[in-house]
């Protein structure tokens, strides 16, 4: 998440409203005046000083999402993000070349202690190509807009017209689905968020002061934390032998799958040195394994917000120019998942236009695939495409219509989940509208991206529960987190989730022990953990109720959430801090207004 707030930090100055001290005290159009002048001549005046001293970010609050603060002065910073933009953009449009908006912009970002100067260098060179090309090819696109989109909040509205689009949606009576008949259950592993990073060092720099540690290069004589051989509970990735033996360790235990889910990202989260030849590597050489370890059983992967170059930036097909298109990445899985045989040839067309697909694996079953990282606030091409990027959520009623008609049923897998605070509320309004209108054939839904282990419930307008949507956790221990997959048990009569185990290893442990394996262990399964009799949309509802006033509960759904790692229990957080874990579980319909 550093990087969303170094974006905004270094485009925009949007300050964090808890890092920094009496933002409201900011002059906003003094602020626009000094640094236009400093841009302009490099002339840094005393009250120049003052004000990056006063807006300065502490060290240790570099890489907190600023998302997460509590709110105080919200007004104020979308105040100085409209001001700020507005004068790069008026900048850009009177002549400035990239390459002074770029130098500027990397010293602000080092003068307000956002990062490091080469990961502040990194990031920008990164971003820039992408930010000008929209700010110089849509001039009618405002600083209200940019900061509404990434703000998105009451104290700073996204009120542009562009964004306010809906979907066509058959809202005629629901056609019952027939369930099979004695068919056999179905075991499905969910794989997500593996992170893997090529430059991963065992006894490395655990504690480097950049967004990601424990890679080549960081080590120093006065390194305070070593990093682990199987992973670090430190801002670190997944060095590959851990890969290895998570796949291996699947294949030695569970013999029996019928399906794989693997929910995205496996680029690591070292963003301000990546290259599309880096990624590509990373990306062929993991799929490759996955399908070494798997064989001939069906593979049905998604795309991760990592995976492209820069990180989040999903262009429009219609974006060709080689430093800013998405087309390599999605020409790429395309090439990849229909030769190993996962998915058919007629899946080709959709990955190409968007990164999504369909596909149905028997008769009766569907499984939609979504690329739902479009929806994100930091993929700045909402900017340009405001109105359903993709025309994927159109193709996703248009795929569930003619599902319903063809009598089956549907498993949903899209990255980020549709309750993440970052993804734009339209998109999410109109996907929630599609998942209570289609609930009774919609059986399941698997995300991934938050890399914690939990589980979201969707409402109707009436607050009755209609639908459920797993999170998979993540390979990656980043951040205080221990590594985890999940086996579900799946009714083969209608393809709903009977129950599902959670398997893992603590990261502590197996690093006392380098030269052994990681000890696996199910840490749960979700029926006997919370005593439920099934995992309907219903039971579940009744479950959330009874336990939000219930500490047992409420303590082991806080322990799974972080997958029992110390560093993250080990918190301050009291029982009504642990209830919010609970409360984010809650989806309700979004209103048109």
Not at 236 to 248: E, K, N, Q, R
Not at 578 to 592: E, G, T, V
Request: aromatic fraction near 12%.
């Amino acid at each position: 998440m550093w990087l969303n707030k170094l974006i905004l930090f270094v485009l925009f100055l949007s300050v964090n409203c808890s890092i920094i001290r009496n933002v409201e005290d900011v002059a906003v159009d003094e602020l626009a005046y000094e640094i236009n002048l400093w841009t302009n001549t490099n002339t840094t005046t005393v009250t120049f000083k003052q004000m990056i001293s006063h807006l300065r970010i502490p060290t240790e609050l570099q890489n907190s999402n600023w998302r997460t603060f509590s709110r105080g002065s919200d007004i104020a910073m979308c105040s100085i993000c409209r001001a700020t933009v507005k004068l790069y953009m008026n900048l850009r449009r009177e002549g400035m070349s990239a390459e002074k908006i770029q130098n500027q912009i990397t010293k602000l970002c080092v003068l307000l202690n956002i990062q490091t100067e080469p990961v502040c260098k990194g990031v920008i060179e990164l971003n820039m190509p992408t930010i000008l090309h929209i700010v110089d090819t849509k001039p009618n696109l405002e600083a209200n807009t940019i900061c509404g989109v990434i703000f998105e909040s009451k104290s700073c509205p996204l009120t542009n017209a562009e964004y306010e689009w809906t979907i066509v949606i058959d809202n005629s009576s629901a056609i019952e689905v027939a369930e099979k008949e004695a068919q056999e259950p179905l075991k499905i592993l969910q794989l997500t968020d593996f992170h893997y990073d090529p430059a991963y060092e065992p006894r490395g720099n655990a504690q480097c002061k950049e967004p990601i540690c424990c890679r080549k290069g960081q080590n120093n004589t006065n390194v305070e934390s070593l990093a682990g051989y199987w992973g670090d509970y430190n801002a670190c990735d997944t060095p590959w032998h851990s890969i290895v033996d998570a796949l291996t360790h699947i294949n030695d235990t569970h013999r029996d799958l019928n399906y794989v889910y693997f929910t995205g990202d496996i680029i690591d989260h070292g963003v301000w040195e990546t290259s599309k030849e880096g990624n590509t590597k990373s990306l062929v050489k993991t799929y490759n394994k996955i399908h070494e370890t798997f064989g001939e059983i069906p593979v049905y992967p998604i795309l991760g917000n990592h995976e492209p170059n820069p990180m989040n930036q999903f262009a429009p097909k219609s974006i060709t120019s080689d430093d800013i298109t998405t087309n390599w990445l999605y020409k790429l899985v395309a090439d990849l998942w229909i030769g190993y045989g996962w998915l058919p040839e007629s899946t080709r067309s959709t990955i190409h236009d968007g990164g999504y697909y369909t596909v149905s694996p028997t008769k009766g079953f569907r499984v939609i695939a979504l690329n739902s990282n479009i929806c994100y606030s930091y993929n700045w091409w909402l900017w340009y495409t405001p109105r359903d990027p993709d025309n994927q959520l159109q193709w996703l009623s248009d795929t569930l219509r003619n599902a319903e008609k063809n009598q089956e049923f549907v498993h949903i897998l899209s990255h980020i989940p549709v309750n993440a605070i970052d993804c734009l509320k339209t998109w999410r309004r109109e996907y929630i509208k599609l998942v209570n209108r289609y609930s009774h054939i919609i059986k399941a839904q698997f995300n991934g991206h938050t890399h914690n282990d939990e589980v979201a419930i969707f409402y109707d307008s009436n607050s009755v529960a209609q639908n459920i949507a797993w999170n998979g956790g993540s390979i990656t221990s980043y951040t205080k987190l221990n590594t985890n997959y999940k086996v579900y048990d799946v009714n083969g009569n209608n393809y709903a989730i009977n129950d599902y185990q959670n398997w893992m290893y603590d990261i502590g442990t197996a690093n006392k022990n380098p030269n052994k394996r990681p000890t696996w262990f199910k840490s749960y399964s979700f029926k006997t953990e919370y005593d439920v009799p099934e995992l309907s949309a219903r039971s579940l509802n009744t479950w959330l109720s009874a336990a939000l006033n219930n500490e047992t509960l409420i303590n082991k759904y806080y322990n799974n959430f972080f997958k029992h790692a110390e560093p993250s229990l080990n918190g301050n957080c009291n029982l009504d801090c642990k209830k919010q874990y609970l409360n984010r579980i809650i989806i309700n319909p979004i209103s048109d207004d």
